[in-house]
């Protein structure tokens, strides 16, 4: 049989488990008024934390597996031990198929960069223009002001007929 927790226990073991949270999950537990409500809370958010720990630790292990295989294999084809066609065939596809992916995704990163270069270029150039036209506007009042608006802008060519 189980022992059934007292408020004392429960309060200790919120106690002990509140560093263990993030800010906002302490505020919600330390917002909520029954002792029965935070243990829940705090056993739920522990257990969350746990589950996925335990993810990230398998997908870790994983990929350190991955890594070791493909060592073995690079050392394999350093030291010419491998004399199977199939298994060197296979192997080189893998790190082919990785080489592929690798050349997609600096692609695709250059592709979007040049994307955003284009963005900023074409607001930069909206700015020009914006600022520019503020600035022809209050040229074109201070010429009319002064009267000069027809000498300023008139543009007087000669052309010569005789050869």
Known sequence: MSKKLTNEDKKKFIEA??????DEQKKIVLGTMSIDAQYTKVQRYIRIKND????????????ATKYCHIL???DCLD????TDEKKIKAFTDILDAYCDKGVKLVEDNNRRHL?????????????YETERAKYDKEIAELEEKLGDKTATNTI?????LIP
């Open 17 to 22: 488990s509140l560093p263990k949270l993030i």
């Open 52 to 63: 996925s720990q335990k993810q990230e630790r398998h997908h870790l292990l994983d990929l």
């Open 72 to 74: 073995e294999g690079l």
């Open 79 to 82: 030291q010419k031990l491998w």
């Open 115 to 127: 994307e955003r270069l284009k963005q900023q270029r074409l607001q930069r150039q909206k700015e």
């Open 156 to 160: 007087v060519t000669e052309v010569s």
